[in-house]
């Protein structure tokens, strides 16, 4: 099976309700996000993948994935088998240098995920059995608590809890002393529930220590990334002596990055993202790297639509992870033009062949590259 085409595809999708982290606004109601998607086409058929970019959460924004896909990678993938994914990024990565970690891994990931998409579709089995796994992906997804107030908060967490959801991920970073008022609220409110708070990078050294102190009475089971990602030997340290499981996240896009963390003695927990990674077959080599290292592994995503949530939610049950995901395309996205999984009760399913992803192309349209050249 050989590539004859990739088409790129815009697909801006609005927000259903507001999403703020530490850095700021992500998307406002009726706001729309850019969502980027890539057509393989073979032959015995096509498949589907998605890039999520974000400018408050990494460097590569719609513009630097629109012109590194049309204008950099097209190459790697027309013409060649898809199945042959070592080849693939071995390609993309020569094409698209590295800077202190993977160059442009979000492009990368809507590559590699519709290769996938492509070639199980091909075999007519679904991603989690090529993966692994059995036939259909279920597992609990972490529903996003972004608040500004603890009775703002306490407010959702009950709401979702009634809906079904068991875990929760709180948008923290706003001041130590307001952060802690919203744990304590989340906890009162789902006493048994997972409770996972995210800081994306706000704080220093001696404010990631106190909030870790405080946050323990409180029952919190995971505080992910307080310290900005470069400062790893704080993160190390934090982790040792925090009584509050530590992760990582924007620390880590490969597994290289994470075996330095692991020889710098890490003993906290890892975020695997797909996009982050540059797909699904990066991305499987951090999870076995973390397991072969007994780090606790949290499976997450960047507010994608249903191509997205399909390869995360499938790589993440294949790969026996059972901690509910952040998974929080569907609780953001108001119009999303892709269809196939579910979430029901706080439980996300998907299954094939491939990721069991339709997508309405009515939606969709060819970008505009005319005032992006490189």
Not at 254 to 260: G, I, K, P, R, V
Not at 366 to 371: F, G, N, T, V
């Amino acid at each position: 099976m050989i590539v004859e085409r990739m088409d790129v595809l815009e697909m801006p999708l609005r927000f259903s309700r507001s999403f703020n982290i530490s850095r700021g606004r992500i998307g406002d109601v009726g706001s729309r996000a850019p969502h980027v998607l890539v057509k393989l086409f073979s032959s015995p058929g096509s498949g589907w993948g998605e890039c999520r970019p974000s400018h408050l959460w990494s460097y590569e924004t719609r513009e630097t994935v629109l012109t590194t896909l049309d204008r950099y990678l097209r190459g790697c993938i027309e013409g060649e088998d898809p199945s042959d994914l070592e080849s693939l990024h071995t390609r993309m990565d020569s094409v698209i240098a590295p800077g202190v970690t993977r160059g442009q891994p979000i492009a990368k990931s809507g590559i590699d995920i519709a290769a996938h998409d492509l070639f199980c579709r091909h075999r007519g089995i679904s991603l989690s059995e090529h993966l692994g796994g059995g036939p259909e992906a279920e597992m609990p997804l972490s529903f996003i608590v972004s608040a500004g107030s603890a009775e703002e908060a306490a407010a959702q967490v009950r709401g979702a809890a009634e809906d079904g959801y068991s875990g929760f991920k709180i948008k923290i970073g706003h001041g130590v002393e307001r952060d802690l008022r919203m744990i304590e609220a989340c906890r009162e409110e789902a006493a048994d529930a997972f409770l996972w708070a995210d800081a994306n990078q706000a704080y220093g050294r001696e404010d990631s220590i106190s909030l870790a102190d405080k946050a323990n009475r409180h029952d919190l089971d995971i505080l992910e990334q307080p310290l900005i990602s470069t400062d790893r030997h704080g993160l190390v340290e934090l982790a040792e002596h925090s009584p509050v499981t530590v992760a990582i996240d924007e620390s880590v896009f490969t597994a290289e990055d994470l075996s330095d963390f692991i020889s710098l003695g890490f003993r906290g927990a890892v975020v695997i993202k797909a996009a982050k990674s540059g797909g699904i077959h990066p991305a499987r080599r951090m999870i076995e790297l973390a397991r072969r290292s007994n780090l606790e592994i949290l499976g997450s995503g960047l507010t994608e639509s249903m191509v997205g949530f399909s390869a995360s939610l499938q790589l993440f049950c294949a790969s026996g992870m059972r901690l509910p995901a952040d998974l929080n395309g569907p609780q953001f996205l108001e119009d999303d033009v892709t269809s196939g999984p579910l979430v029901d009760r706080g439980v996300g399913r998907a299954t094939g062949p491939g990721l069991g992803v339709e997508v309405d192309q009515r939606g969709l349209s060819r970008p505009d590259l005319s005032l992006t050249a490189p």
